[in-house]
């Protein structure tokens, strides 16, 4: 997971949207057809200096 995360780019990123539990916080979804082979759909946050990835499934 942390390999296919530090290939995301760019063209990958799909959308912010507020978080529905955390006020003020965004949370980033992606969408890779492409990284290592697999099509994956995540969505994490920054929070305290840490990444927080809440969901990482293949599509």
């Known amino acids: ?3 296919a995360i530090q290939k995301l ?3 990958h990123f799909f959308k ?3 978080s529905r539990m955390i006020k003020n916080l965004m949370i980033d ?4 057809r492409d990284l290592n082979n697999e099509s994956v ?3 994490f946050y920054i929070l305290k200096g840490r990444l ?3 969901s990482f499934k293949k599509l």
């Open 1 to 3: 997971m942390v390999a």
């Open 52 to 54: 927080i990835v809440n």
């Open 16 to 18: 912010s949207e507020p």
């Open 29 to 32: 979804s992606y969408r890779a």
């Open 9 to 11: 780019k760019p063209s």
């Open 41 to 43: 759909y995540l969505h």
